[in-house]
């Protein structure tokens, strides 16, 4: 803590709080009110990670052979921790990224779930046994830890993704170096030390602050990491997977989105305009899986626009500490502006402008990164502003005349995060099921508010086919092990001796 009462936080590496080998540090400040400083942290360079890489590996030998169920019941009493500390992290969290206090909450309870349910994989991470071919044989696979993990996380989701990264491959006895965010160190810092207090041994979980180019780069080319686990945008993704290239680590991309609600003429409209606003409105628009677009039935369009608009309207915005705000700012400057841009963007490209339109920087919001719920109608599926994720608090309206036409929007584009339907019809919530080219998909409800337990993950270019959450992000961090024992006391020759 400096004499202002700022604090400065460390890196985590090989068990101590080590400040960058460079000295330097960066300020962290709170979207809504810049004159807040949260804390200087570490600015790291390639060097930093390299020593923390070498931590992670001297690490992994002893922590692979701690028995997986011990492993786990340090998971467990992370989790523990994490629920006693809850209200306070997600403070933290809603001064350094600027989303609701509420959904705050939310997102420290993702990584609580997540952890009591790693810890439960603890005592699975079941294999297989088979029938041998051959007589007095036995089969089986095994999941095996892969070694060292390096994991980049990005803002939206400052602990509930470093969590659903760093548990599932601590329980399969790998050890890890993160690399958060720059706008959100203070919640991995904050997740990191539930872990360190739990009671993580030195070198599993390292801790490097810093920026992508720096920290990130030396993770990824590095030979000893093996697997890199990466969220964030599709143009970085594509950085990450070529530089990751080289070396033939395993590479999780998890990547942007540009998601749909489909509105059909029988839904419940109250219902579906809730679910709009709160799936296109929500964490300030800033979610992979927010409703970017949304596509009404030619037959309820208009009653749709104008009972939407008249509830966007009503947002109230400001910073999210104040519990009676809906949605909070934008997490950046350069994120508002992008919102800005596209403001102008969908203008120009003759779409209507419903609602919304401008940045808010004057009275309270002068200090802050603040703009107006936004909402476009008389979009046409082509226009930039309904085929490019945004990432802010801005949502595409399109009518269509039939199903097969809505089916049609939905998948033309290049993302496949997230879809929805609201509709009464079973048949058609099924063919949609179906139909759409998603990883997450929802009946009657919006496209965000998955649960930890099953896969989470997209198609296209979203994702390059692994998933995380669940137990298929033991898939990402473990390896499998094919294991025969022959019993027979005989030379036997697989797919030769048939008798
Ligand atoms: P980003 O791609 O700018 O940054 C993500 C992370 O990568 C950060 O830690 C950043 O420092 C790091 N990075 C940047 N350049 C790098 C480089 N050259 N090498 C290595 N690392 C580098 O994304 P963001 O702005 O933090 O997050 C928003 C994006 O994340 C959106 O596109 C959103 O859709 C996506 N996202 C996807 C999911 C999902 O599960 N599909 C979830 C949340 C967010």
Redesign the pocket.
């Known amino acids: 803590m400096n004499e202002l009462g700022v604090p400065t936080c460390q890196n985590l590496i090989g068990g101590e709080w080590v400040p960058a080998a460079s000295g330097e540090v960066f300020e962290n400040r709170n979207p809504a009110d810049t004159g807040d400083l949260i804390g200087y942290f570490a600015k790291s360079s390639r060097t930093d990670a390299e020593r923390a890489v070498d931590a992670a590996a001297r690490a992994f030998e002893p922590w692979r052979l701690v028995p997986a169920p011990k492993r786990a019941e340090i998971l467990f009493r992370a989790a523990q921790l994490l629920v006693e500390r809850k209200e306070r992290l997600a403070r933290d969290m809603t001064r350094e990224m600027g989303k609701v206090l509420e959904e705050a909450r939310g997102d420290v309870q993702e990584a609580i779930d997540m952890a009591f349910f790693m810890a439960g994989e603890g005592r699975r991470q079941h294999g297989q046994t088979a029938p041998s071919e051959l007589r007095d044989k036995f089969a089986m696979s095994i999941r095996q830890p892969i070694g060292v993990c390096g994991i980049?996380?990005?803002?939206?989701?400052p602990m509930a993704?470093p969590s659903w990264k760093i548990l599932p491959a601590l329980v399969c006895g790998d050890t890890v170096v993160l690399?958060?965010?720059?706008?959100t160190p203070l919640s991995a810092w904050n997740f990191v030390k539930v872990l360190e207090d739990a009671g993580l041994p030195p070198g599993v979980l390292n801790l490097v602050t810093g920026?992508?180019?720096d920290v990130?780069?030396a993770?990824?080319e590095s030979p000893v990491v093996s697997v890199v686990s990466?969220?964030?945008?599709?143009?970085?993704?594509r950085?990450?997977s070529t530089?990751a290239a080289p070396t033939f680590k395993k590479v999780h991309l998890?990547?942007?989105?540009k998601n749909i609600i489909v509105v059909m003429d029988d839904a419940d409209l109250a219902l579906a305009v809730d679910g709009c606003v709160w799936g296109g409105f929500g964490t300030t628009g800033?979610?992979?899986t927010a409703a970017s677009r949304v596509a009404v039935h030619r037959k309820v369009y208009e009653a749709f626009v104008d009972q939407y608009v008249r509830q966007v309207r009503t947002l109230k915005v400001g910073d999210g500490l104040d519990p009676s705000v809906q949605m909070g700012p934008s997490v950046s400057r350069g994120q508002v502006e992008t919102v800005m841009h596209y403001v102008g963007v969908g203008r120009a490209e003759g779409a209507t402008l419903a609602c919304g339109g401008h940045a808010l920087d004057t009275g309270a919001y002068a200090k802050g990164f603040f703009h107006e719920p936004t909402v476009f109608t008389d979009v046409h599926p082509q226009m930039r502003i309904a085929q490019e994720?945004i990432?802010g608090p801005v949502v595409s309206v399109m009518p269509f005349e039939s199903f097969e036409e809505a089916v049609a929007i939905a998948n033309g584009v290049e993302y496949g995060?997230s879809a929805s339907i609201y509709t009464r019809d079973i048949n058609l919530a099924f063919r949609a099921m179906r139909d759409l080219h998603t990883g997450l998909f929802y009946v009657n409800a919006p496209t965000i508010g998955a649960e930890i337990h099953l896969p989470?993950?997209?198609t296209k270019n979203?994702?390059n086919g692994h998933r995380?959450a669940g137990e298929a992000a033991l898939d990402v961090f473990s390896e499998w092990k094919s294991i025969y024992v022959d019993f027979s006391g005989r030379l036997q020759r697989a797919q030769i001796d048939t008798e």
């Open positions: 980049i996380t990005p803002w939206n989701f993704i690399k958060p965010a720059t706008l920026g992508g180019g990130g780069n993770l990824l990466f969220t964030g945008s599709t143009e970085v993704g950085t990450v530089k998890e990547m942007g989105g800033q979610r992979c994720e990432f995060l989470f993950g997209g979203t994702g995380e």
